[in-house]
């Protein structure tokens, strides 16, 4: 039997103002059956320190190197023993009761794998947030979205997305996950660093046939953008090349070619659009990603060939981007329903 029922992990890299601000709301509204451990990225600051001298019970653990998302919680993750995980930004207020609803609809159905609350944001506390809001979602050629999100549309809650429903992704931002599948799995891609590899991941558990799921009764706060803000040329180019590996690694066999031949003009479409904005750095972080999407082939084929490859749902039949720059679609209750697949 797993040590903890639940272990929440945080990952941190010179993180000691969101400790400062957050740590308190974590453990004013933690659960009996849940641990808080604080995982190291290799910080240069004194966060470590801060923790250690003023919540001393929580445990530190301590990564060698800063090896980004991805390698981060696989390296922490191999060191904790519990029946579910909670991948937690530290850039979160939590609020009461979070973490009860989102086990107890787990524990209710042992084929959901991983599960998300509502995400709303810090800064404008009646939005969503954009990463996650009520839910992730794919189109057709692997555009994330979400329920309450539309590349830069924010919603604002009004609790038209208080459903428990089925979802394609859910955030790495506060992810609760299985414990036992993660690690059968192989945790999350190490290759991705940061960004999209939490879609990878829930791609891999769906094609296992299992469940991501978003439960709305749990709610909490995310700042955002504290690692790479938006307008990041190295958050354009891990962006748009991750999307293309999770693409390659996940998508049935028909539909590789067909789905690269589309992303090519639509990449090239929003090169032209960085272009003409000025934003020389994203026209070279595009080109970047897909010559290095071109190099990593033969390695993303490898790891394809494990991969158990089916029809999954919640995908977007339509191109979102169409939807929404050309049909001015702003929000997802405005997307046909009978396009996404069950």
Aim: glycine content about 6%.
């Amino acid at each position: 039997m797993p040590i903890s029922k639940i272990a929440i992990v945080i990952l941190n890299w010179n993180g000691k103002l969101l400790l400062e601000k957050f740590l308190p709301y974590l453990i004013k509204y933690n659960s009996p059956d849940a641990e808080i451990i604080i995982a190291d990225n290799a910080s240069k600051d004194d966060s470590i320190s801060f923790v250690q001298t003023n919540y001393p019970d929580i445990r530190i653990i301590k990564n060698n190197e800063n090896g980004g998302f991805s390698k981060g919680y696989n390296d922490a993750l191999s060191q904790v023993d519990a029946e579910y995980y909670v991948l937690l930004n530290s850039d979160i207020e939590v609020t009461s009761n979070w973490i009860n609803p989102v086990i107890s609809l787990m524990d209710s159905d042992k084929n959901i794998a991983a599960c998300q609350p509502k995400i709303m944001s810090f800064y404008n506390q009646e939005e969503f947030e954009y990463a996650g809001a009520a839910g992730g979602y794919i189109d057709k050629f692997g555009y994330p979205f979400c329920r309450g999100r539309i590349f830069q549309e924010m919603e604002k809650d009004e609790k038209q997305y208080n459903d428990i429903v089925e979802i394609f992704w859910a955030t790495g931002a506060c992810m609760f996950v299985r414990a036992e599948l993660y690690h059968k799995l192989g945790g999350l891609d190490n290759d991705f660093f940061a960004h999209m590899e939490e879609i990878d991941f829930c791609w891999r558990l769906k094609n296992q046939g299992y469940k991501i799921m978003y439960c709305p009764d749990s709610v909490i706060f995310h700042v955002g953008g504290g690692t790479l803000p938006k307008n990041n040329s190295r958050k354009t180019y891990l962006n748009f090349r991750n999307n293309f590996f999770l693409l390659f690694k996940n998508l049935p066999s028909g539909k590789i070619f067909p789905v690269f031949f589309a992303r090519l003009f639509l990449d090239g479409i929003a090169g032209m659009k960085f272009l003409f904005q000025g934003h020389f750095k994203d026209v070279l972080a595009v080109t970047k990603a897909h010559f290095m999407f071109y190099f990593s082939i033969g390695k993303l084929y490898r790891k394809r060939r494990m991969i158990r490859h089916s029809q999954v749902s919640c995908i977007y039949g339509k191109s979102i981007v169409f939807e929404h720059y050309l049909k001015r679609k702003k929000y997802f209750r405005q997307l046909d329903k009978n396009n996404f697949s069950k």
